[in-house]
């Protein structure tokens, strides 16, 4: 295997080694004031961002893929040349194009590894951005609601300001006193919460995410 060859082969494996690096770092948080009522829709656009981000990282990983294996190819047909026998000019001819065959795709492919790693810090912005959203509390007024409507469905830390009061799921599946007011109402309680559960509650009450 010649020194050009084996570079680009450790160069493909470094940078293949790096593609499942890079998305854990969270580079920035964007900042964004969260309405109750539009908080939903919010998540469910970042969400679909973040599913088109990693459809373009998969595209352009595999446009870099195809490139790494066209190089290898050019890096052998021009060993071929260099091995073959006959018109010296004809060869040293033939090992230029392919040499500038090399210089091209190499150029691709560093523009398409700088696209991968503009996507992934994009992507790992808009990670951070989605578990802020879903993270922060959320409080509903005394009323009835429906998961997946009025509030997302996941695992909950419920508490009231309330000093005592009713909290009802699905007519009684839940069915607790919750409250400050101490030995008679719970202060907190933790409950998983399901898409189309129904939720009556008598005051207000904070929902936070665990």
């Known amino acids: 295997m010649s020194k050009g060859k084996m570079l680009i082969s450790i160069i493909s494996v470094l940078l293949l080694l790096g593609l499942s690096g890079f998305i854990g770092y969270s580079l920035g948080q964007k900042q964004a004031t969260i309405v109750l009522n539009d908080k939903k829709a919010h998540i469910d656009d970042l969400t679909e961002h973040e599913k088109m981000l990693n459809e373009k990282i998969d595209t352009a990983t595999s446009a870099h893929n195809e490139l ?22 004809e060869v040293v001819a033939k090992k ?6 090399i210089t091209k795709l190499k150029d ?51 508490s009231t300001t309330a000093s005592s009061m009713n909290y009802f799921v699905n007519d009684g599946e839940v069915n607790i006193i919750l409250g400050t007011e101490s030995g008679f109402a719970e202060p907190t309680y933790t409950l998983d919460l399901y898409k189309g559960d129904k939720i009556e509650q008598g005051s207000s009450v904070t929902y936070t995410k665990i």
């Open 68 to 89: 790494v294996d066209e190089v290898n190819a050019a890096y052998d047909e021009m060993s071929e040349y260099e091995e073959a026998t006959g018109d010296l000019d």
């Open 96 to 101: 230029t194009k392919q040499e500038n065959k």
């Open 108 to 158: 691709r492919n560093d523009e398409l590894q700088a696209e991968i790693d503009s996507k992934k810090k994009e992507l790992a912005s808009l990670t951070g951005t989605i578990k802020q959203v879903q993270a922060k509390p959320i409080t509903l007024p005394g009323g009835n609601f429906t998961v997946g409507e009025d509030l997302p469905e996941g695992r909950y830390k419920i």
